[in-house]
């Protein structure tokens, strides 16, 4: 299994990025997926979590109203379209993918946000 995010970099105050997490060696449409963060010297934190495609997702409230997570099953993946972002976002951000035996993490993108 393996879980692959990207579009992770540095950006401004306000400004945006779109991450996502290509995901294989799995029956994808079965498992939950999640967006998780980890800023310096702080714990994961649950960021966004989908669970089917038109379901209503959960977000952290640091992050609602501004983040929007998604997945497409028939690509494999799942994306976590940030706007507004603040300084507070700077952290490596991971996908998870989990269901009742198993979970994988990805090895995480780095978002900066600086001006």
């Known amino acids: 299994v393996q879980l692959v995010e990207s579009g992770g970099g540095l950006v401004r105050p306000g400004e945006s990025l779109r991450l996502s997490c290509v995901a294989s060696?799995?029956?994808?449409?079965?498992?939950?997926m999640s967006w998780y963060r980890q800023a310096p010297g702080k714990g994961r934190e649950l960021v966004a979590r989908?669970?089917?495609?038109?379901?209503?997702?959960n977000y952290a409230d640091s992050v609602k109203g501004r983040f929007t997570i998604s997945r497409d099953n028939a690509k494999n993946t799942v994306y976590l379209q940030m706007n507004s972002l603040k300084p507070e976002d700077t952290a490596v951000y991971y996908c998870?993918?989990?269901?009742?035996?198993?979970?994988?993490w990805g090895q995480g993108t780095q978002v900066t946000v600086s001006s």
């Open positions: 989908i669970f089917n495609p038109g379901d209503s997702p």
């Open positions: 060696g799995l029956t994808f449409g079965s498992y939950v």
């Open positions: 998870d993918a989990r269901n009742t035996e198993y979970s994988y």
